[in-house]
C-alpha cells in the first residue's frame, strides 16, 4: 500500500496520487515495479529491512546524473514485552524531489498524530519520526527500571524461580537494546552532523539528546541488574552453603548412633550391660545422649568465627 502526501510550508496533507511524501506499507510486487521505475530506488531498497533487522545505516550518495540521494534505515521496537521479537525497520530515501518511507503503518499513524501540525519538510518529518522511534526505547527503558525494582525489592524477601526467570528475561532485553541504540547512535549522529537538518536545529538537537538519554539508561540498568544479579549468586551461595552445613551435621548425628549400636553388637565379652535385662535400653539411652549433645554442640558452633 502507497500513501501520497505533500509537504510544504502549509504543514502535511494527504493527496490522491502524488506527493513529495510517498508512506510505503507492505507494498505488492507490483507498487515496488511502479516505485523502481518512476524513482532511482536501490535494488534491495525493499528488502534492506528483513535482511538486517537489527541494523542501522546511513549512506549519501550520488547518482550518474550527479544528483544527490540519501538512504536512511533506522530500528523500531514495536513491543515493549518482546522488543526482539517485535522489532521492526524504517526504510527511507531521500532525494530533492520526493521522500520515500517503507514502515509500519502504526509508526506513521503515531507520527501524523503527533507531531502533523510540526512537519513543514521532509527533514523535519524524519526527526519527527525519530523522535517517535526514541520514545518507544525510552518507554520500554522505563518499563525495564520498574522491572528492576520489582527485582531488587524480590530479593529482599529471598530469591525464587519467578525473579531468577524475571532477572534473566530482563538482562536479555538490555542486551538486545544496548546493541541497537550503539548502532543507531552512530546513524543519528551521521544524519545530525549531514547539511540534511541544517534548517531543524532545535528538533536535532532534542533528538540527540534522547539518544543520549536512552543510550546513558540502558547503560545503567545494566549495571543495576548485573549488581542485583551478584547479590542473588551470594544469596543462592549462602542458602547451599546452609544446607551443605545441615547435611553434614544431620549425617554425622546419625553416624554416632551407628557407630554405639556397632560397638554394642560385638561378640566378645567384657562390654557393658552385657548380661542386663535393660541393657538394650541403656545402650538406646546411651545413643540418644550423645546424639542429643553433639547435636546441642553442633549447632551453637559458630563455624564463621
Same mark, same amino acid.
Given at each position: 500500500?502507497?500513501?501520497?502526501?505533500?509537504?510544504?510550508?502549509?504543514?502535511?496533507?494527504?493527496?490522491?496520487?502524488?506527493?513529495?511524501?510517498?508512506?510505503?506499507?507492505?507494498?505488492?510486487?507490483?507498487?515496488?515495479?511502479?516505485?523502481?521505475?518512476?524513482?532511482?530506488?536501490?535494488?534491495?531498497?525493499?528488502?534492506?529491512?528483513?535482511?538486517?533487522?537489527?541494523?542501522?545505516?546511513?549512506?549519501?550518495?550520488?547518482?550518474?546524473?550527479?544528483?544527490?540521494?540519501?538512504?536512511?534505515?533506522?530500528?523500531?521496537?514495536?513491543?515493549?514485552?518482546?522488543?526482539?521479537?517485535?522489532?521492526?525497520?524504517? %526504510?527511507?530515501?531521500?532525494?530533492?524531489?520526493?521522500?520515500?518511507?517503507? +514502515?509500519? $503503518?502504526? #509508526? &506513521?499513524?503515531?507520527?501524523?498524530? !503527533?507531531?502533523?501540525?510540526?512537519?513543514?519538510?521532509?527533514?523535519?518529518?524524519?526527526?519527527?519520526?525519530?523522535?517517535?522511534?526514541?520514545?518507544?526505547?525510552?518507554?520500554?527503558?522505563?518499563?525495564?527500571?520498574?522491572?528492576?525494582?520489582?527485582?531488587?525489592?524480590?530479593?529482599?524477601?529471598?530469591?525464587?524461580?519467578?525473579?531468577?526467570?524475571?532477572?534473566?528475561?530482563?538482562?536479555?532485553?538490555?542486551?538486545?537494546?544496548?546493541?541497537?541504540?550503539?548502532?543507531?547512535?552512530?546513524?543519528?549522529?551521521?544524519?545530525?552532523?549531514?547539511?540534511?537538518?541544517?534548517?531543524?536545529?532545535?528538533?536535532?538537537?532534542?533528538?540527540?539528546?534522547?539518544?543520549?538519554?536512552? %543510550?546513558?539508561?540502558?547503560?545503567?540498568?545494566?549495571?543495576?541488574?548485573? +549488581?542485583? $544479579?551478584? #547479590? &542473588?549468586?551470594?544469596?543462592?551461595? !549462602?542458602?547451599?552453603?546452609?544446607?551443605?552445613?545441615?547435611?553434614?551435621?544431620?549425617?554425622?548425628?546419625?553416624?554416632?548412633?551407628?557407630?554405639?549400636?556397632?560397638?554394642?553388637?560385638?561378640?566378645?565379652?567384657?562390654?557393658?550391660?552385657?548380661?542386663?535385662?535393660?541393657?538394650?535400653?541403656?545402650?538406646?539411652?546411651?545413643?540418644?545422649?550423645?546424639?542429643?549433645?553433639?547435636?546441642?554442640?553442633?549447632?551453637?558452633?559458630?563455624?564463621?568465627?
Amino acid at each position: 500500500m502507497i500513501d501520497y502526501f505533500s509537504i510544504s510550508n502549509e504543514g502535511v496533507q494527504k493527496n490522491i496520487r502524488e506527493g513529495n511524501w510517498l508512506s510505503v506499507c507492505n507494498p505488492t510486487d507490483r507498487e515496488k515495479e511502479q516505485l523502481h521505475e518512476a524513482y532511482e530506488l536501490p535494488k534491495n531498497f525493499f528488502s534492506l529491512g528483513e535482511k538486517y533487522s537489527n541494523v542501522s545505516f546511513f549512506k549519501k550518495y550520488q547518482t550518474e546524473d550527479e544528483k544527490p540521494h540519501c538512504l536512511m534505515l533506522f530500528i523500531n521496537i514495536d513491543s515493549i514485552d518482546e522488543p526482539e521479537s517485535r522489532s521492526s525497520a524504517v %526504510t527511507v530515501f531521500l532525494t530533492q524531489d520526493v521522500l520515500i518511507t517503507m +514502515s509500519e $503503518s502504526s #509508526l &506513521i499513524e503515531e507520527v501524523l498524530n !503527533n507531531y502533523k501540525s510540526e512537519i513543514f519538510t521532509k527533514a523535519g518529518l524524519i526527526l519527527h519520526t525519530l523522535q517517535i522511534i526514541n520514545e518507544h526505547y525510552l518507554i520500554f527503558l522505563k518499563k525495564q527500571r520498574e522491572t528492576i525494582e520489582e527485582i531488587s525489592q524480590g530479593t529482599s524477601n529471598g530469591s525464587n524461580k519467578n525473579i531468577l526467570e524475571k532477572t534473566t528475561h530482563t538482562e536479555k532485553n538490555l542486551v538486545y537494546i544496548d546493541n541497537l541504540l550503539k548502532e543507531q547512535r552512530k546513524t543519528i549522529t551521521h544524519l545530525l552532523d549531514s547539511s540534511l537538518v541544517a534548517s531543524d536545529r532545535d528538533l536535532a538537537i532534542e533528538i540527540e539528546l534522547q539518544t543520549k538519554q536512552a %543510550t546513558t539508561s540502558v547503560q545503567i540498568y545494566r549495571e543495576m541488574l548485573s +549488581s542485583i $544479579s551478584g #547479590l &542473588i549468586d551470594s544469596m543462592m551461595d !549462602n542458602r547451599l552453603n546452609q544446607l551443605m552445613k545441615f547435611l553434614n551435621t544431620a549425617s554425622l548425628l546419625l553416624a554416632l548412633p551407628t557407630l554405639i549400636f556397632s560397638l554394642w553388637g560385638i561378640n566378645t565379652g567384657g562390654l557393658l550391660w552385657r548380661d542386663s535385662e535393660i541393657g538394650s535400653i541403656m545402650v538406646v539411652l546411651l545413643a540418644l545422649l550423645v546424639s542429643i549433645v553433639s547435636g546441642i554442640y553442633l549447632f551453637k558452633k559458630d563455624y564463621d568465627a
